[in-house]
Every structure is written in structure tokens, then in C-alpha cells.
T-cell receptor, first 111, second 112 residues
Framework: GQQVMQIPQYQHVQEGEDFTTYCNSS?????IQWYKQRPGGHPVFLIQLVKSGEVKKQKRLTFQFGEAKKNSSLHITATQTTDVGTYFC???????????FGTGTKLQVIP | DGGITQSPKYLFRKEGQNVTLSCEQN?????MYWYRQDPGQGLRLIYY???????QKGDIAEGYSVSREKKESFPLTVTSAQKNPTAFYLC???????????FGQGTRLTVV
């Protein structure tokens, strides 16, 4: 069936190292969203990408939407302990109104 | 304060009992969603609604039911037909499909 996969599932980095998570959809997406969930918390919206090849930056975070609109990435430069959490991508899969979340990448930052 | 409220935060129920989770939003959002999250897992869509008195099944609707009688409310009932109901349930809303979703604090349901 249609799904959104993320890799890696887990990532441990030393504080100051960079981190990247990749999101891959089985079908073309009209847009993609990224969320962050802190341990014990709820997902919080980070950004939405709409255009093919789009790149957006938020401070140390860089988001990219693939040319074919089937994949996306989130890159964090010089990670900090505040970056700890699980990062999810989400997109309309199986219908415009049906927002499906990816499997998530759990980031652990070692001080 | 505007936001989305889920209650209760923790819920314990005996096996075989139906239980209803509350979700209320005062953001005037049309779209509302219910997701289930299991430990170390992603979010799986249970039901979603784009307008009052209308809702659609998500990927794992079996054993669940919802209603959308008011714009601000989207309660989820976990029925006895749900084989493994213990999980973290998250409700979300957005102004329109595929825009920023706001999540509630979640309800952690434990069935014993």
C-alpha cells in the first residue's frame, strides 16, 4: 500500500555534529510537512514544502523537497541537545485530505 | 487561549469496555484528525473529518468510531472490537486539508 518511509529510524550524534533524515513516499505528493515530537510530547509543526526542488531554512534546519516530489530531507547543522526528539514528515497520501505521517527518525544528541 | 484540548491525559479501562476520548478545539478549524501512536512508532491515521457531520476512515479505523456533530468537537470511541487498544492517542486540527496541523497533548489509554 501507499506509505511514507523515513531513514534512519534512529540516529545518535555527538553535540555539534550534523544530522540528516530522509523521507520517501511511494507516490508523488502535492506538499510535505515536517514535525518534531519531543520525548513525552506531541508533534509540533516545523514547516511545509510545496514546490518541486524547494529548499527552506530555519536557523540551523534546512528542508528540501525533491524534484519529483516523492522525497524530502531535513538537515540539522551543528546539533544541540535541544534538537533531541523524533522528526516526522507528513503528506497527503491516498487523497488530498488524508495526511499520512512517516515512520519518524528519533534523534539523540550526546553532550 | 486558542488551542486543541484532549482529555483525559491518562485513561485506564477494563478489557471489553468501550471508552470515549475527548477532543475539542477553539481554533475554528474545519479539519480534524485522530492518530494512534505506539511506543517507538510513527503516527497512524484512524479517522479524519473535513466538515461537520462528515468523516472518513483512515488506515486503521477498525474497532474505532467517531462523530462530528459540532465543528469544535471530534470525539473518538475505542470499542471492544479493537484488539489492542493500549496506545497514545493524538487529536489534531487544521484550518484546511494539508495545512499546518495543531496537536493536542494526547491521551494515553491503558486497557487492563
Amino acid at each position: 500500500g501507499q506509505q511514507v518511509m523515513q531513514i534512519p529510524q534512529y540516529q545518535h550524534v555527538q553535540e555539534g555534529e550534523d544530522f540528516t533524515t530522509y523521507c520517501n513516499s511511494s507516490t508523488t505528493l502535492s506538499n510535505i510537512q515536517w514535525y518534531k515530537q519531543r520525548p513525552g510530547g506531541h508533534p509540533v509543526f516545523l514547516i511545509q514544502l510545496v514546490k518541486s526542488g524547494e529548499v527552506k531554512k530555519q536557523k540551523r534546519l534546512t528542508f528540501q523537497f525533491g524534484e519529483a516530489k516523492k522525497n524530502s530531507s531535513l538537515h540539522i547543522t551543528a546539533t544541540q541537545t535541544t534538537d533531541v526528539g523524533t522528526y516526522f514528515c507528513a503528506g497527503p497520501l491516498g487523497g488530498y485530505q488524508k495526511v499520512t505521517f512517516g515512520t519518524g527518525t528519533k534523534l539523540q544528541v550526546i553532550p | 487561549d486558542g488551542g486543541i484540548t484532549q482529555s483525559p491525559k491518562y485513561l485506564f479501562r477494563k478489557e471489553g469496555q468501550n471508552v470515549t476520548l475527548s477532543c475539542e478545539q477553539n481554533l475554528n478549524h474545519d479539519a480534524m484528525y485522530w492518530y494512534r501512536q505506539d511506543p517507538g512508532q510513527g503516527l497512524r491515521l484512524i479517522y479524519y473529518s473535513q466538515i461537520v457531520n462528515d468523516f472518513q476512515k483512515g488506515d486503521i479505523a477498525e474497532g474505532y468510531s467517531v462523530s462530528r456533530e459540532k465543528k469544535e468537537s471530534f470525539p473518538l470511541t475505542v470499542t471492544s472490537a479493537q484488539k489492542n487498544p493500549t496506545a497514545f492517542y493524538l487529536c489534531a486540527s487544521s484550518s484546511s486539508p494539508n495545512t499546518e496541523a495543531f496537536f493536542g497533548q494526547g491521551t494515553r489509554l491503558t486497557v487492563v
